[in-house]
């Protein structure tokens, strides 16, 4: 139960960015752009409605087992490439908003342990004789 309710939050979380849909202007506090261009904001639009999806998929996974390693597996792949491209630029650190900073390297770790945990106890020897 403390597994779905984990996952169902990290999923929610994930998917927030899809609220740029329907409020363009928090693109400015999530990515720093004041006026971005009309492809920018389609771009991170579209950005959204992939981490909705990616957030779909987590929270799937809180719910449908066989689901739950690939959905995991992907959101740490995504969320550390996300990372990887933005936090080692000094100045795009500084314009990105502190749930990305925080909130994706906590996802990292607590997929990874549902992925462990999901392992250590779907294996034969965890299983009662």
Known sequence: MKMRVILTIVGVITATPALALFWPQLLTSS???ADPDR??????????????????????GA?????????????????????????????????????????????????TIVIVLHFRESSPAAAPA
């Open 39 to 60: 492809m920018t904001t389609a771009l991170l639009q579209h950005r959204g409605v992939l981490q909705a999806a990616l957030g779909a998929a987590i929270i799937w």
């Open 63 to 111: 719910f449908y087992l066989p689901a739950r390693v690939p959905a995991a597996a992907t959101a740490i792949i995504t969320k550390s490439v996300f990372l990887a491209l933005t936090v080692v630029d000094v100045g795009m650190r500084a314009d990105m908003n502190l749930v990305s900073l925080v909130f994706d390297p906590i996802a990292i770790v607590i997929l």
């Open 31 to 33: 990515y720093g752009l």
